[in-house]
């Protein structure tokens, strides 16, 4: 249960079969040296976790963690879905970072 009385679904997993490696356009050769298309899963056990654990740890002031278990405090990951979305994605986290350091 989070802090907001709402319960994480966590430590999940799926059998994805061809479908998501169709889509991504993931092959591989097989032994005999055809080109084959992979069964996939996707586990949610790790990166859901780490999230539960912030939420489960962090409050209005954000997450604080002792040094020796993260050693940069703060890693900003831009995502960008498309090209036109770039510059402002980039600025934003520029900007994100100058106020951190403050």
């Known amino acids: 249960m989070m802090q907001d009385g709402r319960a994480l679904q966590s430590g999940t997993s799926h059998y ?7 889509a991504a356009e993931i092959e591989f ?4 040296g055809q080109l084959k298309i992979p069964y996939t899963t996707s ?8 999230g539960a654990t912030i939420m489960v740890h962090a409050g209005d002031d ?3 963690l002792p040094p020796r278990l993260t050693p ?5 990951v831009p995502i960008i879905r ?6 402002d994605v980039v600025a ?5 970072a100058r106020s951190l350091r403050t």
Do not use: H, K
Request: charged share 25%.
């Open 29 to 32: 050769v097989d032994r005999d």
């Open 72 to 76: 940069y405090q703060v890693m900003i």
């Open 62 to 64: 954000g997450l604080r």
């Open 43 to 50: 586990w949610g056990f790790s990166t859901r976790l780490i």
């Open 82 to 87: 498309g090209e036109p979305q770039r510059g």
């Open 92 to 96: 934003g986290c520029e900007a994100l």
């Open 16 to 22: 994805l079969g061809q479908n998501f490696a169709r």
